[in-house]
């Protein structure tokens, strides 16, 4: 996936227009500014930067050793190269050019018969190729084969429940056709129409071939030549060729390094692609091109793409540059099963069930490889999910187990996944239904302002079709019907124990839906209208004991997925460290406020990363007045801390709650410096003056001294009420066991040199 060069061009161009007019309505207004400015200086009083200390500088020596706390630094503050989409539907952003395996490229997945014991209606009668084994790498070695998803694990979730309660509504409105009857038959159906003499008939069009195709590379890793022809199909006689034969000045027999971008035209003979050009450009630009000419030798060749700005690939992504990219799990799973040209369907149901049981918000490692086995297709009387028999990523991020078993209940199917770190999300067991189909406009997370100016508070606003059925996301009885059909009806459900939910916008309740009525789950409440005069949608929220809370666990299983233990540590003791606990404190020595310290910058930074809907509707001041909502700072501080962890563990240290802690001041790079340097070095000459100046407890300090510091603070804090402790799976059921033991088997068997 890449983002349209087109439009990033026109963007810089509209960007550098700005900024032109800004220097010049600037520079009118420096001198007065400037005079201005200097008197305040003079007269008003010290105020908190993010950085360094404000007024007295004893007041930032007060705390000293294990009870200083740490400051972030903006300027030294750096981000992790990471790409992340973690959106939802009708959130601006660069169009995106996805590209996927071309037909004829291999994929080199195993047929695979399966023992006799599967279930025949889950997976079919025995077939050597009833089963497909997918092992495959999940870091790609060039950009475009990688995708990054714009949802999340929750709404892959919802969108297989969605899609579960569509078909089941589909089924019941279903009816047999009317029969014909050749009495009653127009001589139109009796004699329809003939095609007319001129009817060009076609090639069907995954018939028709293009006299070339071409390739754009940008490489996410280094790479040699041969392995990334070798991925896109070349034959080894050809690449053998390719690298022998060319010319001297084009390090094409040496591995391309990081950042490189290729460039190839062929012509897309079946299963034997022959080179026509190729180009490579680095950071300085273009650095040879080779071409084939009539007499079929690779010879040098000028720039066949001087016209087009190839190297647009890299510029564009040069703000996330560094050692390498990351990641997310959901993304990299999503790219690999697509590569191994597994059915959209299924990698759907994949995820939807991994996520359940793993954190695929983490990030993966470069070493990562993804294993799947699937039928391909279901028996009798079988389903989608049925269909998928294990899915697991293991790796130097962690084993990922997941075999898909059927439920206890028998209402479809689960992940069983030895050792699972799973938490009951609070929802008291309650699982709920989607209230209407649609998409997610927006999330939980802010109070929303109306046309109207009011504020409301957070809940989730679904875009769904106006006139589209209502339903009760769970039983309960029917509290109050507020509003009319001009500005939309309220309604407010009661569901016991002090949990209630409330559909707003409707544009007209179903009949017998009255103050006091019991409605059961999925019952009919109304239709879809305009919440707030806003768009057609439906705006659904849930309170429990009169306070707003998040919808999305009760629609995902009532259950939350915990992070590693060093991250799940790290949120804790810096909840109970850093704030006491506390979502309204505030650092007087910076900008750092909330449960998670974020100074401004930052966590301006992970609002436009991880939380681009509000990002995009909100002021500045209101986004930074969000941390001081502890549920997004707490996901906030979570999400920072998966960052770290993942740079951190790419660059070959061992990952504990201390040096997250520092990665969360220091910025990842700089907590790598100092993890890097000898501990008899110290930190002044390690981080420089602007960390020490900010903590001024460092002075003095050497890097072991400041690592034993961390360590501690993240060991002596009691953190029982931040860090949640995994449930305790239920021991497994004999069927359970033996379902176990059969993947395994085949695992083994398809994969000895992993087995």
């Given amino acids: 996936m890449q983002v349209d060069p087109a439009f990033q061009n026109h963007r810089r161009s509209a960007r550098r227009r700005r900024n032109r007019s800004r220097a010049i309505r600037g520079g009118v207004a420096a001198a007065s500014v400037l005079i201005v400015g200097g008197v305040a200086w003079m007269l008003w009083p010290d105020a908190p930067t993010d950085g360094m200390p404000a007024g007295d500088p004893q007041i930032a020596s007060e705390a000293q050793g294990d009870d200083a706390q740490m400051v972030q630094v903006a300027e030294e503050f750096d981000v992790a190269p990471v790409v992340r989409a973690d959106t939802f539907t009708d959130l601006p952003g660069d169009p995106l050019i996805l590209r996927l395996a071309e037909d004829g490229q291999s994929s080199g997945n195993q047929p695979l018969t399966g023992p006799p014991t599967l279930d025949v209606g889950r997976v079919g009668l025995p077939a050597p190729d009833r089963l497909t084994l997918v092992d495959e790498t999940l870091h790609t070695r060039e950009r475009r084969l990688m995708t990054a998803l714009p949802s999340s694990p929750e709404d892959f979730a919802l969108f297989q429940q969605q899609r579960t ?385 998040n919808p999305m666990p009760f629609f995902t299983g009532g259950q939350t997925v915990l992070a590693s233990d060093a991250v799940e540590t790290l949120i804790g003791r810096i909840i109970r460290v850093e704030s006491a606990g506390n979502p309204n404190a505030k650092n007087p020595l910076s900008t750092a406020s909330g449960l998670g310290q974020f100074i401004e910058s930052t966590w301006l930074r992970m609002m436009r990363s991880y939380r681009p809907d509000l990002a995009a509707t909100m002021s500045r001041g209101d986004q930074l007045a969000l941390r001081f909502n502890a549920d997004l700072s707490r996901e906030m501080v979570k999400h920072l801390a998966q960052e770290n962890e993942a740079y951190l563990r790419a660059r070959g240290h061992q990952i504990n709650a201390g040096r997250l802690y520092l990665a969360h001041f220091l910025g990842p790079e700089g907590a790598h410096r100092a993890l890097s340097s000898a501990d008899n070095a110290s930190v002044l000459q390690v981080m420089g003056g602007a960390v020490v100046n900010a903590n001024p407890f460092l002075r003095g300090y050497s890097i072991a001294q400041l690592k034993g510091w961390a360590d501690r603070k993240m060991t002596s804090a009691p953190v029982a009420a931040a860090t949640p402790e995994p449930e305790r799976e239920a021991p497994p059921s004999p069927a359970v066991l033996a379902f176990v033991a059969a993947m395994d088997a085949m695992l083994s068997e398809s994969k000895p040199d992993q087995g």
């Fill in 165 to 549: 309660r569509s078909i089941e509504m589909l089924q019941q409105q279903q009816q047999a056709p009317a029969p014909i009857d050749p009495l009653t038959m127009t001589e139109e159906e009796k004699n329809p129409a003939r095609a007319s003499a001129n009817t060009l008939f076609l090639r069907p069009e995954a018939e028709r071939l293009p006299l070339s195709q071409e390739l754009i590379l940008d490489l996410a890793l280094e790479t040699p030549l041969a392995d990334l022809l070798r991925d896109n199909g070349f034959q080894p006689s050809e690449i053998e060729a390719i690298v022998a034969r060319a010319p001297d000045g084009l390090p094409l027999d040496k591995p391309l390094p990081q950042g490189a971008v290729i460039a190839i035209r062929y012509a897309p003979i079946a299963d034997d692609p022959r080179l026509m050009q190729l180009s490579l450009y680095g950071e300085q630009g273009w650095q040879g091109s080779v071409a084939r000419n009539g007499r079929d030798e690779l010879v040098a060749a000028a720039d066949p793409w001087i016209d087009d700005d190839i190297m647009v690939l890299a510029r564009g992504d040069a703000e996330q540059s560094g050692e390498g990219l990351q990641y997310r799990l959901l993304d990299v799973i999503y790219s690999a099963a697509i590569r191994a040209e597994v059915p959209t369907e299924i990698v759907g149901e994949i995820i939807a069930m991994m996520a359940q049981v793993h954190d695929l918000g983490g990030y993966a490692d470069p070493g990562d490889r993804l294993t799947m086995i699937y039928a391909r297709d279901h028996g009798a009387g079988g389903g989608l999910a049925g269909q998928v028999l294990y899915a697991g990523v293991d790796g130097p991020s962690g084993e990922k187990p997941c075999y898909v078993v059927p439920r206890e209940d028998g209402q479809g199917f689960r992940c069983h996944a030895p050792g699972a770190r799973i938490v009951e999300a609070g929802t008291g067991g309650l699982v709920m239904t989607m209230p209407v189909t649609g998409t997610i406009r927006r999330k939980f997370g802010a109070e929303i302002t109306d046309q109207a100016g009011q504020e409301t508070l957070p809940g989730l606003e679904f875009s769904a079709a106006r006139g589209a059925p209502v339903i009760a996301a769970a039983a309960g009885s029917l509290l109050a019907v507020d509003g009319d059909a001009a500005a939309g009806f309220i309604l407010t459900l009661d569901h016991g124990g002090g949990l209630r939910t409330r559909y707003s916008g409707l544009s007209a309740v179903a009949e017998g839906v009255t103050q006091g009525a019991a409605v059961a789950a999925g019952g009919a409440l109304g239709r879809v209208g305009q919440p707030s005069g806003g768009e057609d949608g439906l705006f659904f929220q849930a309170f429990r004991g009169g306070e707003a809370i």
